[in-house]
């Protein structure tokens, strides 16, 4: 059991969650909610026990010094925070971890039962998968949920995935069956880059939920670390012909894919899109 310290009633709150480990390349994903948990002034209000879930050899305590000049241990956990942003019609439950070691069906559970209790009504879980992508295109985001209306209304493709799976997808599986509405996003990021971070995937995963919760997100710094990250990357490509050449090879392909979506018609509509999240006033005249 979840033991949450005294919490506001919230309104109509939705989950985000995001895990460190399997299902988090180059941090993109538990990345996010660092974001959120930063520029919404979130406040952590729970965290899981970590002897429950945590092989302490797998995931270490970290030693380190408080304000005051103390020793401090760390436990690897999972901890739950709120926030309440600003210009949201809605609350919102953060929840960042580490995906545990053992017991993931009562992890979930422990998890879900206390955001029931805070009220929630929709999940979102954010992951991070190595792909053959270029850095130098867009990051492509694939998004799945579990109910039809879901599918329909956030135009997202039913999930064919067959395979090994992380604790995301056994949260989105354990919402399921208690019958929370849930949502999946995942950032594909450049298999050749795989070091964390990746700010150009966690962009492109905090630019979906700008799109899926209708609101506009402080982006801070996030925009020129992108592109630094692209610059440096490009860097690295240019010392390496081999690297080069196959860094174009996936450009093609991709350029090569994406060519039948990319008239004038599909870029205009996702223009206005990203101009009313950003709140620039565009009426579409």
Request: net charge negative; proline share 8%; glycine share 6%.
């Amino acid at each position: 059991m979840i033991e949450v310290e005294e919490a506001p009633a919230l309104v109509s709150p939705v989950v985000i969650a995001a895990f460190e480990g399997w299902n988090d390349a180059a941090d993109a994903a538990s990345s996010v909610v660092d974001h959120l948990i930063e520029v919404w002034d979130a406040r952590i209000v729970a965290a899981l026990d970590p002897e429950d879930f945590y092989d302490f050899q797998v995931n270490r305590p970290m030693v380190g010094l408080d304000e005051n000049g103390h020793r401090r241990l760390t436990w690897p956990t999972t901890r739950i925070a709120i926030a309440q942003p600003p210009h949201l019609d809605r609350d919102v439950i953060l929840i960042r971890g580490i995906e545990p070691s053992m017991r993931w069906r009562q992890f979930c559970a422990e998890l879900l039962a206390t955001c029931d209790d805070l009220g929630a009504e929709l999940v979102i879980t954010l992951g991070a998968l190595l792909a053959d992508t270029p850095h130098t295109r867009p990051i492509p985001v694939n998004g799945t949920a579990t109910e039809p209306d879901l599918v329909d209304r956030l135009a997202l493709e039913p999930s064919t995935y067959e395979g090994p799976t992380g604790i995301v997808g056994v949260l989105q599986d354990a919402c399921v069956r208690v019958d929370m509405p849930a949502v999946s996003y995942w950032a594909a990021v450049p298999h050749y880059v795989a070091q964390p971070p990746c700010p150009k995937a966690t962009l492109a995963l905090l630019q979906q939920l700008e799109e899926l919760l209708e609101t506009t997100i402080p982006l801070g710094d996030l925009p020129e670390d992108a592109r630094a990250w692209e610059r440096g990357v490009d860097e690295l490509a240019q010392e390496d012909e081999d690297i080069a050449d196959y860094v174009r090879s996936l450009e093609e392909a991709r350029d090569t894919t994406d060519l039948p979506e990319a008239s004038g018609d599909a870029i205009a509509a996702e223009f206005e899109r990203y101009l009313k999240r950003r709140g620039d006033g565009f009426d579409g005249g």
